[in-house]
């Protein structure tokens, strides 16, 4: 059983900088790839960004690239998301993912954190 915990959310000015962090708790942990998600209010939950867990190869969607940061730690089974150069368009729900999808900015992954609240003030 695996259980993904996000923390570092809150509400920032734009422009500011926000860093999420995610754990994963299991007693083996060996995803292929750890995904970031958000989820608007009101809309779908949309890809952020995705680490290859083994070779650390990184992938953004348009809206972030440039902007945030995808990172982990293998041996504290962390994902992080630095998140620069914030915009109150980046106000969401943000949500941990790891697993073994067959498309990574897909819903595939098999496990999924709680969320955690970013909220950008304008």
């Known amino acids: 059983q695996v259980q993904l915990v996000e923390s570092g959310g809150g509400l920032v000015q734009a422009g500011g900088s926000l860093k999420l962090s995610c754990v994963a708790s299991?007693?083996?942990?060996?995803?292929?790839?750890m995904g970031w998600f958000r989820q608007f209010l009101g809309k779908e939950r949309e890809f952020v960004a995705a680490?290859?867990?083994?070779?650390?190869?990184?992938y953004y969607s348009d809206s972030v690239k440039g902007r945030f940061t995808i990172s982990r730690d293998n041996a504290k089974n962390t994902v992080y998301l630095q998140m620069n150069s914030l915009k109150p368009e980046d106000t969401a729900v943000y949500y941990c993912a790891a697993g073994r999808p067959l498309s990574l900015d897909s819903e595939e992954y098999e496990h999924w954190g709680l969320g955690t609240q970013v909220t950008v003030s304008s």
């Open positions: 680490i290859r867990w083994s070779s650390g190869s990184t």
């Open positions: 299991a007693r083996t942990f060996n995803p292929n790839l």
